[in-house]
Structure formats: C-alpha cells, structure tokens
C-alpha cells in the first residue's frame, strides 16, 4: 500500500516510525513532515489544511490510505473532502467526518454530547459576548478555581485556570470581548473545576467496534512541578501507574462504551482515533475533554507499547472489522522527555542547530519542529523533540531518556526534569 500521514509532529514522526515497520507498507509519504520523517519517508512540502494539493499527491502517488494526524484538518473536513470527490472517494481516510469532529472543534458541542449520553463530566455553561454578564454572575456561583474553556480550538492553549473571581471576570471579558483567542472564543465555556489527577486514554473505532490501547499520562506545563503557562506538552508516561484494573474498568463501561454507542446514535461517522481527557476524581473517571486524533507526546509512549502491526490495524478500522483484531501491548513501560526551544511557549527563536542525535543509544528520538537545512537539523518550532525509552519501570525508562538528553545540544535548549514526579 501506498500511505500519506498528514502532520509534521512528533506525533506524525511516530506514526511514521510505526507504520514503516509494516510488510504491508509500499511507499510512505508525510506532508509536510519533518527532519525525522525524511529519514524514513518521502516528505511532501504542502500544508495540512491544503485540501487540493493533497488531492493532487494522492492522485499522483497512487495513494491507498491517508492517515489524520493533527486535528485541524479534521475539523475543517478533510475526509468529506475525499467522500465528496469521484476522483478519491475510494482512498481511505483514518480520522472522523466534519460533523464528529466537532467534538473536538467545539468544547460545547462536546460537553452537550457528554450529558446527552449521561457521560461523567464537570456541569459547566457557555456562554458570548452578549451574556458576558450572565457569565460574571455564573462564576460568583462557583466556588474557585475557576475552569475558562475557549470553544474552538486554540492550539492547546485555550483553558484558563484562575483561583481569583475578578481575574476570572477579567479572563471571561478578555476572551469574550476582547477576542483574546480570535475566533476560538466567540464563545466560552466555563466549567466547575475537578480536583483530580489527569490522564488520557486512547480508543480505536470503527464507528461500531472500538479497542483500547494503553492509557498514558502527559505533562502540559511548561514549569516543574505542573507550574508556568500550559504547553503542548512536555513529556508523557505509559502505562499509568494508578490505573489499576479496576479503575481501567469503570473507564470503558461509564466513559468508553456510552461514547462509541453515542456515536451510532447520534449518526456521527467516526474511523479514526478517540483521545478522551480523563480525570480521576477520588475512585472513578470523569471526561474532562475529547480530541479526535492521537496525543502529541502520548503518541510517542502509547505506539512504542503497540505489538501489532499498525497497518493491520488501520485497514480494520477502515473496513468496519476492527472487532477481528486482538491488541498486543508491549509489558514494559515507555516514558518520553520533550525538549523545547527557550522562551516557549512564548516567543521564541527557530533555526538552531541540533547536535549529539548520533550518540543517542537505547532511546528513539522522535522529531517534532526539527527540519533539515543544508544538511543539518535544525529547530523549527516550539516542541523539538520527544525523547522515547523503554524500561521494566517507568522510573528506569525516564532515566534512560534522560542519560540520552544528556548527549544532545542545542542553543537555549529547555527541558521538564521532573517528568513522573507526580507518580
């Protein structure tokens, strides 16, 4: 088969990583990739959201399967794009239509589909720049902190979380009336906060059939000790040591199950991913957020863990047969470390060259805002870089990952050194 990832990621870098590995695999292209998806793929400059110009590689690569990485294009209908077009109807696309994907592109379209389907979650209202007032009032009846969720997407960065009444009314007016998310906060969802400790679970569907793959745990601050600005996130840890069998139970009957069922019901036509923000609120799980594709770093611990083949598994979601395969999960447990330009998530500089990756032993570095110039690897974006290990405990992987950060260099480089501190 003939596969084209779109995305240039960390996330995509590994599902380039993964899918290379596969006898099934003819050609593999990325678009428009980075400095590690050049080393074992055909990267093809054009942007994610560049539908006719995908439709031309497809065309022209004889493309079978094209697999969603970011949610962007998701959201903005790419694979209506494909079943509304004779020329590539037939090509098959991993990722939800236009209208599930809402469930990413709109916090309320989400939150009203998690009390539709009586799915644990945080009661909240939404609320414009015309009930702003309302807004005001609503969060006087909260007790603090106070949760600001920006409606569309916002790059990961559109929650606010604030301990202060007046900073959260100035917050809500800054969003609302000031645009501070352009378009993202025409509208805002505010939410009763939950006090918990955070973790992601990732499911696969057909649109029928679903299987879970390992659960994992990301670190979204750019500070130690979960503090500073919310990034896209730093580091990540699979399997979930608090996680117990138990606790994964109450996840796929309360959370898991009702989802995918909701999709029937509410005729959503979902093939692809389900990420579902969970939070563990004393014994039981409740759905802070969904995402209609994988994590970005949990990708690069979750695919690692993953014995099979991930074509296989991608050619059964395609054809409503996901329920003939069986999920092989790798018993060590993965951790990765993201290394990050100085300044992110703020501003900062790109075009700094990286140095060491040929001394990394025993540790996969995947590449996220890296690209190659001239021959060499430079940095490109906030996130750089996800360092990945294998370990028979999470505490020996993230050693590992760290012996290897040791060996790499570049200017104002930035990492978390407390990744897992929390578990």
């Given at each position: ?36 998806t050049a080393k074992i793929a055909t990267n093809i400059n054009i942007g994610v959201n560049d539908f006719e110009s995908i439709k031309a590689i497809v065309l022209d690569k004889a493309i079978d399967m094209v697999v969603v990485g970011p949610e962007d294009p998701l959201v903005n209908g790419v694979h209506d794009y494909f079943l509304n077009d004779e020329a590539i109807k037939h090509v098959k696309v991993i990722g ?174 979902y093939v692809g991913f389900v990420f579902i923000g969970l939070i563990k609120v004393g014994d039981d799980p409740k759905v802070i957020e969904y995402n209609v594709r994988m994590g970005d770093p949990e990708t690069e611990v979750v695919f690692p863990r993953l014995k099979n083949d991930l074509v296989d598994i991608l050619l059964a979601m395609a054809n409503g047969t996901l329920n003939t395969i069986d999920i092989e ?95």
């Open positions: 088969m003939n596969i084209l990832i779109l995305g240039s990621g960390g996330r995509e870098h590994t599902f380039a990583w993964k899918i290379a590995q596969s006898p099934k695999c003819k050609n593999l292209f990325v678009a428009p990739g980075n400095s590690g939800p239509q236009k209208e599930a994907a809402e469930l990413e592109g709109s916090k309320e379209f989400a939150k009203q589909f998690l009390y539709r389907h009586n799915i644990p979650t945080a009661a909240y209202e939404s609320f414009t720049k015309d009930t702003v007032e309302q807004g005001y009032a609503f969060l006087e009846s909260l007790t603090p902190p106070y949760v600001l969720k920006a409606d569309g997407l916002a790059a990961g960065k559109g929650v606010v979380i604030l301990n202060d009444l007046e900073e959260a009314k100035a917050e809500l007016k800054q969003m609302l009336v000031d645009a501070k998310f352009g378009e993202a906060s025409t509208k805002v969802v505010i939410e009763e906060f939950l006090d918990g400790i955070e973790l992601s679970c990732f499911v696969l569907t057909d649109g029928k059939n679903y299987k879970i793959l390992p659960t994992a745990k990301d670190y979204k601050r750019i500070g130690e000790g979960d503090t500073g600005l919310n990034t896209g996130g730093m580091g990540a840890v699979s399997p979930v040591p608090f996680a117990t069998p138990e606790f994964l139970n109450k996840i796929e009957e309360r959370i898991v199950k009702p989802t995918v069922e909701g999709f029937r019901k509410d005729n959503l036509p999960i790798d018993e060590r447990a993965a951790t990765t470390i993201m290394l990050v330009s100085g300044g992110y998530p703020e501003a900062y500089e790109k075009g700094k060259e990286i140095t060491g990756l040929e001394a990394v032993e025993d540790s996969i570095p995947f590449h996220a805002g890296a690209q190659l110039e001239d021959g060499k690897i430079v940095t490109s974006g906030g996130r750089v870089m996800a360092i990945t290990s294998y370990g028979d405990t999470y505490q020996e992987a993230i050693k590992k990952s760290y012996q290897n950060i040791e060996k790499l260099h570049f200017d104002k480089m930035y990492y978390r050194k407390d990744i897992g501190f929390d578990l």
